[in-house]
């Protein structure tokens, strides 16, 4: 006989591998485009609907993506990144404006280049040269840093209303 | 509430100009024309080989597949190629835990080699680094 507890662990485990899924799934599926994903719109969607249990899909998705594509030098970057997403999304979690979820994750691409630059500093002979090294790979990455903002922005406009409120529904069966 | 999400467009959009303004102000321009440079690869072991190049490259990537008798392997990535085999000699940060750092005179080239612009007289040196 399963308890209650029990049973409400292994749904939160069920409910975490779930949102891990879909997040890598439309990662491969959207693969092709450069720095254009949802993984920052599915995070900002958990982290709004499903509360403290994002907590465990982040470590899980930051592994997953270890494993997948190898853990070099900007995988360190991710185990900061994502949850610093996660906090912004815990803070503003009972606004419910695509527009500002929108530039939330605007924001929040335009500042990933500079986020993933740090572990660069530690890479070279010493810290001088490192920091030059970081400022110059930021720089040469800023095309990027913008194609990144522009995606999350309007990605977060166009599913944010849709897909939000298949969250809200599922929220409501989740407590029931 | 209007007005936060029109000062929300607003703050993200001066971000971006700002940004787009960083980069053309910084980033490396490429030189045009013939040069001719200097790689001098150091190995694990110091034992060192130079390569006196002539080159219309603009970028060390350009410059490094001119070279005669220098073989190099990487991977590409969205910030261009990053070297990780020289000469046969395989340094990866996470499996050997070295590297190979790239110096143009005797500073640590800011840019990776598909992005790091290639001047008259450039002495490169490639040299195979332990992590700390």
Known sequence: MISQKGKNAAFDVALVALMVAVIEVCKFAMI???????????????????????YYVVPVFTLLEGIVFGFNLWWISYLYAWPVLVLITRIFRHNDSAVIW?????????????????PYIFTAVDLKSGLAYAVSWWISGIPWDITHCVGNFVLMMLLYKPLGSVMQNLQKQIKH | ????????????????????????????????GEKNITIEVVAEDKTSTVYEVDTDAEYLLGAMEDADGLTFEGEDGPYGMSVSTVNGVRADYTLDG?????FVGEEYCNYGVSQQPVEDGDSFKIVYTLAE
């Open chain 1, 102 to 118: 929108a530039v939330i994750s605007g924001i929040f691409g335009l500042s990933f280049g500079a986020l993933c630059a740090i």
């Open chain 1, 32 to 54: 092709g485009l450069p720095n254009i994903s949802l993984t920052a719109f599915w995070l900002v969607l958990f982290s709004k609907h499903f509360g403290n249990k994002v």
């Open chain 2, 1 to 32: 509430m209007k007005s936060k999400k029109i000062l929300g467009v607003v703050i993200l959009a001066v971000l971006i100009v700002a940004m787009a303004f960083t980069f053309n102000a910084f980033k490396e321009k490429p030189v045009e």
């Open chain 2, 98 to 102: 070295a590297y190979w750092a790239f």
